[in-house]
């Protein structure tokens, strides 16, 4: 077990916890972005700052990736991590300001306006699909590509990967088009249900519901009759 | 039909599984040897193409995304394929101050392309580098690894005319890409100059040469860019030796291979900064050389 001290409260966490994790454990709420139960911690986000470290020489560290420590002292929300979690607010809003979550996490935070050049974005590179489809999905048919500001997200060499079997996970937990695939009637923006009536895991091999987020899927529903 | 197998293969160009599965067998057990292994793969078909990556993904057993992300992460790499001759022209800053982009709208205009464009007739790819880190040198260009400093607007042309040519063929002793070196031991520094043997009127390099059951001296020209070379026992045609310093007795072995035909590279140092590698298969003029401006 490994003592640290968070917000003033001491507490005990075993070993290999997070920083993140203690202070959920305690109920201090840290707000996360790219951070997802279940998939490595990626610290993209930054949005889960917090302070480590005794005055004057503190520092902030990303809570989800920083392992906790002995005698460790923890603030999660001093004047110092109010301020950068607001900037980190601020420039999420500016790259994507049409995303559900991003527009959640401002509103709990009060950030009302950002003071940078506007733009719409449609990726925030928080890498949360990429994990899913490796991590979860075991495929590995996406990932980041490039690098700098030329970094995009998508499958090698932009055509359909082979290892891709459509199961909708990269969809499920991407906050930055939070939108379910409605196939051919975009407009629609409710799911169309897999209109696709061979998907591969019909043809191939067999995933159970736990590996599939494409529900209402036709395959299926063609196998149950 | 033993004629018929003594003849040299002749490499074709073509990916197949079992070329890309040598590359990575040399490779085998390091855990972090895929820059080596696309690197090899480079070298041996001139870019990475989609079905080589995809050969790489399936014999290494990682995800292609994986390999794809690295091998476009990297400037060195290349996905697209590639001219005979590569020209990358330094941008740097210092460059840039000294007037890099002169140069580089000079090549795009000779070679009639833009950065990162290779030639219709497949001769030249010209590219831009943040630094080579010669900036004292600047503006400063590579072609096909030849490096050239404090270049002019009205240098271009030649280059150009040069790089056709190939460096390597130029045989006149004004030429300036043939320049005599002294090189040593990498690793007790002991100099291999043997002013009791000449080649080309300047002292030879000598080590020891080792192959089969045979072993000797091997001496050759210190002229770089020139291949005369004179040995004790005559060394057979595509043979692979071992070569070893007369000094400390180390082998002269780095990691390299060579790029013209995979056999390893010897490595030695040059007096004055840079290090020199060639091929260790006789017969072969591969060679690099990484070094300070000798001119």
């Known amino acids: ?77 001093s004047s110092r991590v109010l301020k950068a979690r607001k900037m980190v607010i601020e420039l999420l809003l500016a790259s994507c300001p049409q995303s559900k979550v991003i527009q959640d996490i401002a509103s709990a935070h009060a950030v009302n306006q950002q003071r940078f050049k506007q733009e719409h974005e449609d990726c925030i590179l928080c890498g949360l699909c990429v994990r899913m489809c490796k991590e ?30 459509f199961c909708g996970g990269c969809m499920y937990v991407c906050p930055a088009c939070q939108l379910r695939c409605t196939f051919n009637e975009p407009e629609k923006a409710i799911c169309g ?17 736990m590996m599939c987020y494409m529900a209402p899927c036709v395959a299926c529903e063609i196998d149950k009759a | 039909m033993v004629e018929l197998a003594l003849q040299p293969l002749k490499e074709s160009d073509e990916v197949t599984p079992e070329r890309i599965r040598k590359i990575i067998d040399r490779h ?113 260009a590579v072609i096909d690894g030849h490096y050239f400093s404090k270049l002019k607007k009205s240098d271009i042309e030649k280059l150009r005319h040069d790089a056709q040519e190939g460096f390597d063929r130029a045989g006149d002793e004004e030429d300036r890409r043939i320049f005599p070196v002294d090189v040593g031991c990498p690793f007790c520094n002991h100099s291999f100059m043997d002013s009791g043997f000449y080649i080309n009127g300047r002292p030879s390099i000598r080590v020891t040469v080792s192959f089969g059951d045979k072993h000797g001296w091997f001496r050759m020209s210190s002229l770089y860019g020139r291949y005369d070379i004179f040995s004790e026992y005559e060394i057979p045609v595509d043979t692979v030796s071992h070569f070893f310093c007369p000094h400390c007795h180390a082998e002269l072995i780095g990691s390299w291979e060579c790029p013209m035909c995979s056999a390893p590279m010897v490595p030695m140092i040059v007096r004055g900064g840079g290090t020199i590698r060639i091929c260790s298969r006789s017969g072969c003029t591969g060679s690099d050389g990484h070094m300070l401006d000798l001119r």
Not at chain 2, 88 to 98: E, I, K, L, N, P
Not at chain 2, 113 to 121: L, P, Y
């Open chain 2, 28 to 140: 085998e057990g390091a855990l972090g040897g895929l820059i080596a292994i696309l690197e090899g793969v480079q070298a041996q078909f001139g870019y990475l193409s989609e079905k080589a990556l995809g050969i790489v993904a399936q014999e290494t057993g990682r995800s292609l995304v994986d390999i794809y992300g690295v091998a476009n992460f990297y400037q060195s790499f290349s996905l697209k394929p590639r001219g005979k001759h590569l020209v990358s022209v330094c941008v740097g800053t210092a460059c840039h101050v000294r007037g890099a982009p002169a140069i580089v709208s000079e090549f795009e205009q000779r070679l009639g392309i833009e950065v990162d464009e290779t030639t219709e007739d497949k001769e030249f790819t010209l590219k831009t580098v943040n630094c080579l880190g010669a900036c004292a040198l600047g503006p400063v």
């Open chain 1, 136 to 165: 979860q999905m075991m495929a590995g048919a996406i990932g980041f590509r490039g690098r700098g500001e030329n970094r995009s997200l998508g499958t090698p060499f932009d055509v359909k990967s082979e290892e891709c079997r």
């Open chain 1, 1 to 77: 077990m490994i003592n640290l001290t968070i917000n003033g409260l001491k507490t005990s966490v075993e070993d290999g916890s997070t920083v993140l994790e203690a202070a959920q454990f305690l109920g201090f709420p840290i707000p996360t972005l790219c951070h997802m139960e279940g998939l490595e911690p990626y610290g993209a986000c930054r949005l889960c700052l917090v302070e480590i470290g005794k005055a004057p020489n503190t520092k902030l560290v990303s809570s989800c990736t920083y392992p906790a420590q002995e005698g460790l002292v923890v603030r999660t929300a």
């Open chain 1, 193 to 209: 249900g897999c209109q696709n009536l061979s998907p591969p895991c019909v043809e191939e091999e067999k995933f159970d519901d």
